[in-house]
């Protein structure tokens, strides 16, 4: 498939998702092929507004952490596990609609099934760094970030090295001491095998 294809093919499921609640859709961003690629969860608000991913809040402290081990961010690709937004529209007591992010289902994730497959054919990394839980649900047979953050994996299906690496967002409900220390040890841990590649 072609960039043009995978756009077109985004798309269309987006269009023909009647299922749950969606708002907008983005692509992936970042040179093709690129040797490091990075796969997230899915679009929030500022994303499907301009257009391309991690440029909200949780994208500013991704990139200031990617900054800091050296890494532009228009040298590595980016992209996501769901291809949408996914929201819930909720009614609040004075009768207005509040709009908010919610995770990615099981079903959404596999209508990108072959995108994301694409996109990595396309990309040729010969690392792709997952954020969080979804993505590395989708890319490996670990169950948790826990269990697996800051090491390197080779998936034999996918033929490519595999970085398990917290979303950045969980900086944003986890302030201790420790978590943050583990993330920052991940970081350096990805300086040093991106420096082996
Ligand atoms: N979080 C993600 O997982 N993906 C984005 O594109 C933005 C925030």
Redesign the pocket.
């Known amino acids: 498939m072609s960039v043009d294809e995978i756009h077109s093919k985004i798309k269309e499921i987006y269009e023909n998702y009647k299922e749950d609640s969606t708002g907008g859709y ?1 692509l992936g961003d970042g040179p093709i092929p690129c040797p490091i690629l990075f796969v ?5 608000k ?2 499907v507004e301009e257009g ?5 809040v ?2 500013k402290t ?1 990139e200031s952490y990617l900054n800091s081990i050296g890494i532009k961010r228009e040298d590595i690709r ?4 769901c291809f949408f937004r996914p929201i819930k529209i909720k009614e609040t007591k004075n009768g207005k609609t509040s709009v908010s992010n919610r995770p990615p289902k099981k079903n959404e994730i596999e209508l990108f099934r072959h995108i994301l497959d694409e996109e990595i054919k396309l990309v040729n990394p010969k690392i792709i760094i997952t ?2 839980n ?2 590395l649900k989708r890319l490996t047979e670990f169950n948790s970030i826990g269990e697996c953050h800051g090491k390197l994996y080779f998936n034999k299906d996918l033929g490519k090295y595999i970085f398990p690496m917290y ?3 969980s900086l944003t409900y986890n302030h201790s001491e420790e978590f943050k220390k583990a993330y920052n040890d991940d970081w350096s841990k990805l300086k040093e095998e991106l420096s082996k590649l």
């Open positions: 983005i997230g969860e899915a679009p929030g500022t994303e391309k991913p991690f440029v909200g949780a994208g991704f980016l992209t996501n596990t954020l969080g979804v993505p979303h950045p967002s």
